[in-house]
């Protein structure tokens, strides 16, 4: 197993896999770590869909383009879940006060959601595993996804993970430099940011353009943007506000 040092600090998305499936041993320690993911009021606002079934996994390719779906070992699809919580409510006579309708309750899912996300990714990434997270799972098809998957009104999906053994090793990304990150006591002043972003801007271009795998000529900001862009035209509210009930 590595060492927490290298499971954390070499991590990179791995897109490509072997053919070889996940052991079951290894699923099971990488459950038990998404199982003991901190979670708002101990709420476990989320659930985690496992798919190995080479057709299902196939058929969410169909519907969100990202071949590292049908390719992966097992696909993780993690939801926020607020139905668990009906059911167990229910099961005493009391009803829920509606908390999954509200930004705050919708930003809970999403957050305990993400963490259990994470733990995973560290589990497989120290078993030696590779993952890529998948948020078209989330934007692709929503509703389609949702019925194929039987998520109940109160369940939705935050993000995808596909897991298996690694068949590429792609240069780590550089990141964005730990004082433009990390601020000491209160935000940075636009000014003390302004060099090292353009730093990290030609930092990242010289990376695109010379990186192993597959080389662009994008720096990090207006690639990032041209993302959001397209990001706004998936249009999931209303989705949401059917499937979740949002009130905002
Ligand atoms: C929430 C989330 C959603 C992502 N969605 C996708 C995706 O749909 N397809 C994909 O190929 N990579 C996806 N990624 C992977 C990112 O592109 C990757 O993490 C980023 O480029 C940084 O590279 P690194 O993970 O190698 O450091 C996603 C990552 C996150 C955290």
């Known amino acids: 197993?590595?060492?927490?040092?290298?499971?954390?600090?070499?991590?990179?998305?791995?897109?490509?896999?072997?053919?070889?499936?996940?052991?079951?041993?290894?699923?099971?320690?990488?459950?038990?770590?998404?199982?003991?993911?901190?979670?708002?009021?101990?709420?476990?606002?989320?659930?985690?869909?496992?798919?190995?079934?080479?057709?299902?996994?196939?058929?969410?390719?169909?519907?969100?383009?990202?071949?590292?779906?049908?390719?992966?070992?097992?696909?993780?699809?993690?939801?926020?879940?607020?139905h668990k919580l009906k059911v167990a409510t229910a099961l005493q006579g009391v009803e829920t006060p509606g908390f999954e309708k509200t930004i705050d309750g919708y930003t809970v899912g999403v957050i305990d959601a993400s963490l259990a996300m994470m733990s995973a990714v560290t589990a497989a990434e120290s078993l030696g595993l590779g993952c890529c997270c998948v948020g078209y799972a989330r934007t692709a098809d929503p509703e389609r996804l949702a019925t194929m998957l039987k998520l109940p009104q109160g369940v939705s999906i935050v993000?995808?993970?596909?897991?298996?053994?690694?068949?590429?090793?792609?240069?780590?990304?550089?990141?964005?430099?730990?004082?433009?990150?990390?601020?000491?006591?209160?935000?940075?002043?636009?000014?003390?940011?302004?060099?090292?972003?353009?730093?990290?801007?030609?930092?990242?271009?010289?990376?695109?353009?010379?990186r192993a795998l597959s080389q662009t000529d994008n720096d990090w900001s207006v690639h990032v943007t041209d993302y959001h862009r397209h990001s706004m035209e998936h249009g999931i509210a209303a989705y949401l506000k059917k499937w979740l009930g949002l009130l905002f």
């Open 1 to 82: 197993m590595k060492s927490v040092e290298e499971t954390l600090l070499t991590r990179r998305t791995i897109r490509r896999y072997e053919r070889r499936k996940i052991e079951p041993e290894k699923l099971a320690y990488i459950y038990e770590a998404i199982r003991n993911t901190p979670t708002s009021y101990n709420g476990q606002q989320f659930s985690v869909i496992a798919v190995n079934d080479q057709p299902t996994k196939e058929e969410i390719y169909a519907i969100t383009g990202q071949k590292q779906i049908k390719t992966c070992s097992t696909f993780l699809l993690f939801c926020l879940d607020y």
């Open 159 to 210: 993000c995808g993970l596909t897991l298996g053994y690694p068949s590429e090793m792609p240069d780590l990304k550089p990141k964005l430099p730990v004082e433009l990150v990390v601020h000491q006591e209160t935000y940075t002043a636009d000014e003390d940011m302004r060099q090292g972003l353009a730093e990290y801007d030609e930092q990242i271009r010289q990376f695109n353009a010379s």
